[in-house]
């Protein structure tokens, strides 16, 4: 009797293995078209795969089928299907919700998954339509962070249109494209494209800034003088922050004022970075023509320097202090008490929105004093109260003297900004105490490159790219004091241990006496 049962159970066992599997195909192939609409032959395998298990199952069930509706079991089944349609429901609404106002909340403590405010000014900024292709393998990892960073833009401008190739499935588009490797992404507005290798938001907010300019502007750095050379790779040298100028859409080059009769008219902005001898005066005469007739400088003086142009600053209005500062707020953090660390950034345009400390190595001060005819005097940063500009520094010994010392907060850096109102010309100046924050040594610390890249930004009129520079994810190392780090060490190696070691003592005294 069994063995003649036998059959019917393994067809009934055979039917609903098909039926539970038939609904799990229509599910996947509902899945796919949603999501997967251009993988046809998947879809339709699945979706004729999953009707026919289905069919076979309601044939070799008809009978269990036929007698459902009436049954106590098909009134709880059908509480059931309400309830679970009623729960699919809910999840539809809220993914059309999440689709239709789309919000993310970054909770790293870097935000390292939301675009920096350079990034977005932009994005905002944009007033054509920009078209980005990106080449890469559909089994790239790259291609996730790419495709991330890609979704943030279009997010936030509907103007940028994102599409990605696999150059093995379309070789004749990447060929017209000119892709020689994976992972390249193309971007183009108008006539203009650039492309890019990285996968870094720094390197496509950059592409952005280059297809969406028109013309490019030129950053003039002075030469001949003992100044830093932006194509000098050595410490010193500006080469790091001159490719950051280059990244951002600026042309750069050096100028020999000796061989010029005026300053070059192609030159945005003038920077005179660190000179070490003194100008002659031919050259002064023409920067002041240069001053006077609307141009825009960025001169960076260090300490216990003679340059020839401290008459011509004094002359728009900033004084340099022939002195030292000194920061005891940079030996807390294990600096020396001759690197100044800036964090307060007075109220203007340039330093808008700024939050990054900045390094001075050696600075001086500057202050103001008498403004010509329709000029104005910003401080742009500042050094803390417990600094001090020291006049007398000799080696290592410094303690602050009322009588001589200037004590702080000092500024160490400033704009004299001439509107052009009533006929005059539009000139803007900025000075900084300072040359070595933006060399090669010293470029990535911290807000530095930010700094000095706002600057050259504001002067050449680029004001959506003031801002805080995206940049990669980078480990964040722990700053502490010596207070700090000794705590820390007897806190974990010593305390920590000892306490174990007591408590373990402990234990085996009270079971020793048990």
């Known amino acids: 009797m069994r063995q003649l049962d036998h059959p019917r159970v393994t067809t009934r066992t055979t039917s609903k293995l098909a039926g539970i599997g038939g609904a799990l195909l229509v599910l996947a192939a509902l899945f796919v078209a949603s999501y997967y609409p251009d993988q ?14 289905l069919l076979f199952f309601f044939i070799a069930e008809r009978r269990l089928v036929a007698g459902l509706p009436g049954s106590r079991t098909a009134r709880y089944g059908a509480n059931a299907a309400v309830m679970t349609l009623a729960f699919v429901g809910i999840l539809v609404i809220l993914n059309v919700l999440a689709i239709r106002h789309n919000a993310r909340w970054d909770l790293t403590a870097d935000r390292r998954f939301t675009l920096s405010d ?14 980005v292709t990106a080449f890469f393998s559909d089994a790239s990892e790259a291609r996730v962070r790419i495709k991330r960073l890609l979704d943030d833009f279009s997010d936030h401008s509907s103007r940028v249109r994102v599409s990605f190739v696999d150059p093995d499935r379309n070789p004749a588009l990447a060929q017209q494209h000119g892709i020689r490797e994976y992972g390249t992404t193309v971007f183009a507005s108008g006539e203009q494209t650039y492309r890019i290798t990285e996968t870094t938001e720094e390197a496509a907010t950059n592409a952005l800034v280059r297809v969406t300019r028109e013309g490019q502007k030129t950053i003039c750095f002075l030469s001949g003088h003992g100044e830093r050379a932006v194509y000098d790779s050595q410490r010193r040298g500006y080469s790091s922050a001159g490719r950051a100028l280059e990244e951002q859409g600026y042309a750069v080059r050096e100028i020999l004022l000796l061989r010029e009769t005026e300053v070059p008219a192609e030159c945005a902005v003038l920077v005179i970075a660190g000179p070490t001898k003194p100008l002659l005066d031919p050259e002064r005469e023409l920067l002041g023509t240069y001053l006077e007739e609307g141009g825009k400088a960025l001169v960076l003086v260090d300490p216990q320097t003679e340059t020839g142009l401290e008459p011509l600053l004094e002359q728009w209005g900033i004084r340099l202090r022939d002195d030292v500062i000194i920061d005891t707020m940079s030996r807390l953090f294990g600096g020396s008490y001759t690197t100044p660390i800036i964090t307060d950034y007075p109220p203007h345009e340039v330093t808008q929105g700024f939050q990054l400390a900045t390094f ?155």
Do not use: C
């Not at 032959?41 to 009707?51: F, K, N, P, Q």
């Not at 805080?468 to 964040?476: E, G, H, K, L, V």
């Open 40 to 53: 046809r032959g998947i879809l339709a395998v699945l979706g004729v795969v999953g009707a026919a298990a």
């Open 118 to 131: 350079q990034t977005l000014k932009v994005l905002r900024a944009l007033e054509r339509e920009v078209v």
């Open 360 to 514: 001075l190595a050696v600075a001086r001060s500057l202050e103001e004093s008498r403004l010509p005819e329709g000029a104005s005097f910003h401080p742009l940063a500042r050094t803390t109260p417990q600094s001090w500009g020291e006049t007398d520094l000799q080696g290592d010994q410094a303690a602050f003297d009322p009588a001589e010392d200037h004590k702080g907060p000092l500024t160490v850096a400033a704009l004299v900004e001439r509107t052009g109102d009533d006929g005059l010309p539009g000139t803007q100046l900025i000075v900084v105490g300072d040359s070595d924050f933006a060399d090669n040594t010293y470029f990535g610390y911290s807000g530095n490159g930010d700094l000095f890249q706002n600057l050259v930004s504001y002067l050449a009129k680029e004001e959506d790219l003031i801002s805080i520079r995206p940049r990669d994810a980078r480990p964040s190392p722990l700053m502490l004091s010596r207070a700090q780090g000794a705590t820390l060490f007897y806190g974990s190696v010593v305390v920590g241990p000892l306490l174990l070691v007591l408590a373990g003592l402990g234990i085996w005294w009270r079971r020793r006496n048990l």
